[in-house]
């Protein structure tokens, strides 16, 4: 493709738009879109295979803005290219996803056009970035997604999957030691399907990345294995075009291109300068910008003739082919294939496979028990029997966390039919690209010890922001681990897990209650969820005599009423506490002071509940209550009032065997029944 005129307009229409947007909105970043605006423009011109008027196509090729700080990049891309937007229950509507009025109003409450790209806000936005480091991770797990959906939908003459994923970052992104990780695997797995694009301006925040920057990022990446393409001009189409005929030809690994790009390329005084970084480059700058474009200087949001007219013939008029294609070849797939097509079909809706909880088991009575690292294990492989799409791993420790599919392939360099994903050390990478594989309909979950949910806790958060239905699996979930002492023993994560917006905490008591935390899991379709279990054996409950398992659904349930259905005091219990708060009952009960005891598997299930349920449940007349957890004692005030007491962690742990750690920070029965009445007490003299 040459430089004709009418792809410097266009270009030039990206620049001065995303001027005019940040200095409307008085903040932004003008400096990366000015200069990236030929990088993009090439690529969604000359490749993407992509169709704005059918922007979930499953098949479309994926573009991430990971510097996400460069939004206005992609909402004039999306703008101009007319994409449509796109309901919360996947209907494509006859509306823009970015209006010109939406770039006007860049960055104001209600607009499509947020300070930061947000998926499920704009439709064309493939995935939440601004933290910088996710979006190049969250595109590792889409490539990954594509070449899984490849090998298991594809059949001969069918290629329903193959598509591509590429993503634009910065120095940020590369600085970031997430990016690092999904790297490393990306090049391990020699993900053939997968393009960095790395604006290379030596320029961040603080000025020169002289100042904090200095390795050979080209050859960083081929030490992971990647290829790594050279683009020394970014106003060169040519080469950036020939840069992208290379990774589609030369496949075999993923592939960097590194643009060397001047920030604010243009501005007569603030290019090349970090100053035109977050800031709007004032109307004087702007009218020079222009000037030095070509461009009339007065005019603000100008959108040329023909610009738009230019996307539609090029982007506009090849995916829509590829789209049409692709569904005409899906309708004689349906025949052929019903049972793939329908599974297809509800993925995309984010639907469970019919019959996946098909051999859900129960599991009987037994004192000894299990830990609920075992039960889940037991449970996720019965639901992955019929849930073909669920995909995931561990941080290197299968073994332990037990998440590992069995009879499963493990994905492997060059062969990604495999459902079970060892993402090596790299919890950070594991969560963003868990998120990554939700982004691309897959159920993903990723799982290590609940500690070391500190280091995907970034990742989490996205899930929840981007309300995918993540599965964030964390076993060793309390000083219950003994031995391992304090670095292995969380103390305060089910806190701030809990403290996440939209994410569903879940902490089952024992193995059938771990059941039915998998049966809320599988039916997510909008909330990740945490789940939390133990490394060491909980009783199983015998339900004939106990309150149904099926009670975690509503997050509560009355596990145990007191004696005579009149409780004095109220025990409340999380996971391996539940089955030690039913001994506390009984020592209550001995001592002629009814209990009840309710099990709390999920906070957020049981807030979700009617004030009535929650009531039946926590009377507000029995004010004496004790909650029981190994976690921090920070917001159960909430559950237990001002007379209630809690028996949960004030400090970190220690390292020793588990029974002398139970009886060091309070976790007996005596101790237990002793609040209890500690708390009966408080309520009789205080009024
Ligand atoms: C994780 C994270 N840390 C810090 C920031 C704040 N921040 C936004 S842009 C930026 C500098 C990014 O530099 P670069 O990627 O080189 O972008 P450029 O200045 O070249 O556009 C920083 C530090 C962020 N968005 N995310
Ligand atoms: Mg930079």
Redesign the pocket.
Known sequence: MTTDKQDVLAINTIRTLAMDAVQQAHSG?P??PMSLAPVAYQLWQQELRYDPSHPIWPDRDRFILS?G??SMLLYALLHLAGVKRVTREYTVEDAPTVSLEDIKKFRQLDSSTPGHPEYRWTSGVETTT????QGVSNSVGMAMASRWLASYYNRPGFEMFGYDVYAIC????LM?GVASEAASIAGHLQLPNLCWIY?S?H???DGSTDLAFTEDVGRRFEAYGWRVLRVPDANDLNAMGEALRTFKTARGKPTLIIVTTQ?AYGAPKLQGS?KA?GEPLGDEEIKGTKRFYGWPEDEKFLVPDGVRERFQERMGARGKQLRTEWEQKFAEYRKQFPELADQLERMQRRDAPQGWDAELPTFPADAKGLATRDSSGKVLNAIAKHYPWLVGGSADLNPSTKTYITGGEAMKPGEYAGRNIHFGVREHAMGSIVNGLCLSKLRGYGATFLIFSDYERPAIRLSALMELPAIHIFTHDSIGVGEDGPTHQPVEQLASLRAIPGIIVLRPGDANEVVESWRVIAQQRKHPVVLVLTRQPVPTLDRSKFGAASGVARGGYVLSEAEGGKPEVILIGTGSEVSLCLDAQEKLKADGIPARVVSLPSWELFEAQSQEYRDSVLPPSVRARVAVEKGATFGWERFVGHDGNIVAMRSFGASAPLKALQQKFGFTADHVAQQAKDSLKKTKTRP
């Open positions: 970043h400096g990366a510097n700080h460069a601004g933290p910088l480091g910065g120095d940020g992104d970031e604006d301006n320029i961040s925040i920030i970090s970084h």
